[in-house]
């Protein structure tokens, strides 16, 4: 694989709990492994004034907190490609400065000009921050730039993160602001469940076998489910929360990203464009929910309150009355030919059974039993599954039928496992950092595009919109902590004969 491009990652937020606990730790992994460019500087930008030397020490700690195999050496010598900068992003007259600066560790550190801007701050900030970098000229590559210096041979990309909008309509502004400064090759909207080894597997499983392929549709499949669980609850993040919910939060985001990996077409070839114009059609191809299916379609839920943490609805933080869904659970249809009949469940929440992300594809039953009256272990010959957990173990199973051995016929279901971490002999690694350095390489293929985020809000909206009230009203307390969320939601599949995967 092509290595990374020499360049200066400038983080916006640098002084977070983000970039000490997740960019920062996953660079280091990065660079014990010898995977980051041969130039290599980065530069956070945030208010609070410290030297790049008290900020090395700050971010010391949590890598050996948060990365993987810490090694006092590796850090050392990592930690001297990291600097601060002092300033308010905001604020136009920080970026001469900054311009300067920058400068001087493409002097000091061979990095071309070549810059990564992270937005790894409050969303509030992500428009004035694109367009002060826009004022101070700091953007000089892309198709406007051309007639001005087509000399110019550096390149100007920016990683935005989550949440990447509030709906529809605010996602596309910030995809306007955005247009309008940087080429859609040069942003890269992160969602770093693209960047954990198992949604990426999806692709291979699904394209360099021949055995998955031709079964991959609604003749085949009864129904996916798409789930991420957590026992958590929302924790000291209410204010950020009561705002926001399971659907904005989870599954426009996370969930729909592994969703449009399922229903995708093959791609063209392995490239960034081929993936990503597939994917934006799986997301399009989803059916808009009317007013009228809201109801049947969705249940949204909060967690009650045990001896362990309050209720929801009980949390300091939380508006008085408050129908934010810590849990929801979605049922979706895609128009088109391959998926038509097909429902996929998508459902995420707090204070779960379980903590776990993953996808269960359930296969139809056969379509001609031969073994009616054939005693099975399990009562009747099921439908083959296939489970891809996610987390916190990355591993696949496939359920199939087979005869008990040394019996008269008699059926049993069984499984078989492949744990990715003991099959391979290597652990994951953080999801951030394979992630930077695709961005630094400009491989936007495990990004996101403008129009498969504006089509993922597209398709949340009718249960987020005013229609979505009477799906709210009553939900307080509507499920017990360390249950599986509401038992309208067992409804929600149990109508149709289903069942969620909870084992
Ligand atoms: N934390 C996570 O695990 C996580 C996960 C997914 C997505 N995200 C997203 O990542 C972003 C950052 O999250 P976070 O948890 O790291 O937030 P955070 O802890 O609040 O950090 C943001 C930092 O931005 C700096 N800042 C604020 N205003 C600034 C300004 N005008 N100019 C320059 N710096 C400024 C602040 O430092 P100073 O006070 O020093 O300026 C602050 O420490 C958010 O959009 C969040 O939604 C976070």
Redesign the pocket.
């Known amino acids: 694989m092509r290595k990374p491009d020499p360049c200066v990652l400038v983080i916006?937020?640098?002084?977070?709990?983000?970039?000490a606990?997740?960019l920062i730790p996953a660079l280091y992994e990065m660079r014990a492994v010898g995977a980051l460019p041969s130039s290599f500087r980065v530069l956070g930008?945030?208010?609070?004034p410290k030297t790049d030397d008290a900020w090395r020490d700050e971010l010391a700690v949590s890598a050996r907190e948060h990365a993987k195999r810490f090694d006092a050496g590796v850090w050392r010598e990592f930690a001297k490609c990291i600097h601060y900068f002092a300033?308010?992003?905001?604020?136009p007259e920080m970026y001469d400065g900054l311009r300067e600066r920058l400068a001087q560790l493409d002097t000091d550190g061979g990095t071309r000009g070549n810059r990564l801007f992270y937005?790894?701050?409050?969303?509030e900030?992500y428009e004035s921050?694109v367009q002060r970098i826009d004022e101070a000229e700091l953007v000089t590559e892309g198709k406007r730039w051309c007639s001005i210096d087509p000399s110019a041979r550096s390149w100007q990309r920016i990683i935005i993160?989550?949440?990447f909008g509030h709906d529809e309509a605010s996602a596309a502004s910030l995809n306007r602001s955005l247009g309008r400064v940087f080429e859609e090759e040069a942003i890269y909207r992160i969602d770093?469940y693209l960047g954990k080894e198992v949604v990426q597997a999806m692709l291979v499983l699904r394209f360099a076998n021949t055995m998955f392929e031709p079964i991959w549709n609604h003749r085949y499949i009864d129904h996916v489910q798409i789930s991420a669980s957590e026992t958590v609850g929302v924790g000291n993040r209410t204010a950020f929360y009561d705002g926001t919910g399971a659907i904005r939060d989870m599954i426009q985001s996370h969930l729909l990203q592994i969703f449009a990996f399922v229903v995708m077409e093959p791609p063209a070839t392995i490239t960034a464009d081929d993936i990503r114009a597939e994917k934006i059609k799986a997301v399009r191809a989803i059916r808009p929910t009317t007013a009228e299916d809201i109801a049947s379609h969705a249940v949204l839920g909060q967690y009650a309150g045990d001896a362990q943490e309050g209720a929801y609805v009980d949390h300091e933080g939380v508006a008085k009355g408050s129908t934010t869904e810590t849990f929801a659970a979605l049922k979706l249809h895609v128009d088109n030919w391959r998926w038509a009949g097909t429902p996929f469940f998508v459902r995420s929440g707090k204070r779960l059974a379980k903590k776990r992300t993953e996808i269960v594809v359930q296969f139809k039953r056969p379509a001609a039993n031969l073994f009616r009256g054939t005693p099975h272990t399990g009562g009747a010959v099921m439908g083959n599954r296939l489970v891809i957990e996610i987390a916190p173990f990355e591993r696949t199973r496939l359920r199939f039928e087979s005869k008990v051995p040394g019996t008269p016929l008699t059926i049993a279901s069984v499984e078989m496992q492949v744990d990715f971490d003991k099959e391979f002999g290597v652990e994951p690694l953080e999801a951030y950092g394979p992630l930077l350095l695709d961005a630094m390489r400009g491989d936007q293929s495990l990004y996101k595009h403008r129009l498969e985020v504006e089509s993922g809000w597209a398709a949340v909206m009718p249960f987020l919109g005013p229609g979505s009230m009477a799906a709210r009203q009553g939900i307080a307390s509507n499920y017990a902590p360390g249950s599986w969320g509401p038992a309208a939601a067992d409804e929600l599949m149990s109508s149709d004969g289903r069942a969620w995967h909870n084992d």
């Open positions: 916006f937020g640098a002084s977070g709990d983000l970039t606990r997740k930008v945030s208010r609070r300033g308010d992003a905001a604020r937005l790894s701050v409050a969303p900030l921050i993160e989550k949440p770093h």
